[in-house]
T-cell receptor, first 112, second 114 residues
Framework: EDQVTQSPEALRLQEGESSSLNCSYT??????LFWYRQDPGKGPEFLFT???AGEEKEKERLKATLTKKESFLHITAPKPEDSATYLC?????????????FGTGTRLLVSP | NAGVMQNPRHLVRRRGQEARLRCSPM?????VYWYRQLPEEGLKFMVY????????ESGMPKERFSAEFPKEGPSILRIQQVVRGDSAAYFC????????????FGSGTRLTVV
């Protein structure tokens, strides 16, 4: 069964304190791995898609990396506005469309 | 260019009533997906639709739930005879007809069954 596990469940950082979020996955062939950001009361906002091991993508203070078993979301010098829940999802290769399997997310709180 | 529009944002229903959730995809997007987010759980796929077609409904409960995406108008997720366990946030997402495109989510409908 396709599965995504995110850790930690919650993370509290001081402004400027860099850290990483982990997403471990088991999937019957990976078509793509997605990162989303979700603010309270809102829908997930797309951040990145990664397709193959070794791939990296960056956006402002965020960098996503991918290996054959896990993905990391690195947050460099975070600011309070980076506080949100970060969701990881995988798209299995054996589905003919974008059916995503989500983890339960990491709740990030950045204090000033 | 409006994003994915869902309404209502909040919906309260008594047990046994029907709930209708609406989703208007982004302009130019012909693919619609519905996901459900239960408290403390991840988003779970429910159904994938294109105009006038249900492509995959493998995540839909077998009873009481149905979805449609008519030729004209929004996509509708319908829940008949709601029960307390249906209380959740229901998210709609849309994408253009490209396989590897991160789709866009709406802000969701929060259903509360009392």
């Amino acid at each position: 069964e396709d599965q995504v596990t995110q850790s930690p469940e919650a993370l509290r950082l001081q402004e400027g304190e860099s850290s990483s979020l982990n997403c471990s996955y088991t999937v019957s062939g990976l078509r793509g791995l997605f990162w989303y950001r979700q603010d309270p009361g809102k829908g997930p906002e797309f951040l990145f898609t990664l397709y193959s091991a070794g791939e990296e993508k960056e956006k402002e203070r965020l960098k996503a990396t991918l290996t054959k078993k896990e993905s990391f979301l690195h947050i460099t010098a975070p600011k309070p506005e980076d506080s949100a829940t970060y969701l990881c999802a995988v798209q299995p290769r054996n589905t003919g469309f974008q059916k995503l399997v989500f983890g339960t997310g990491t709740r990030l709180l950045v204090s000033p | 260019n409006a994003g994915v529009m869902q309404n209502p944002r909040h919906l309260v229903r008594r047990r046994g009533q029907e709930a209708r959730l609406r989703c208007s995809p982004m302009k130019g997007h012909s693919h619609v997906y519905w996901y459900r987010q239960l408290p403390e759980e991840g988003l779970k796929f429910m159904v994938y639709l294109q105009k006038e077609n249900i492509i995959d409904e493998s995540g839909m409960p077998k009873e009481r739930f149905s979805a449609e995406f008519p030729k004209e108008g929004p996509s509708i997720l319908r829940i008949q005879q709601v029960v307390r366990g249906d209380s959740a946030a229901y998210f709609c997402a849309s994408s253009p007809p490209l396989k590897d495109y991160g789709y866009t989510f709406g802000s969701g409908t929060r259903l509360t069954v009392v």
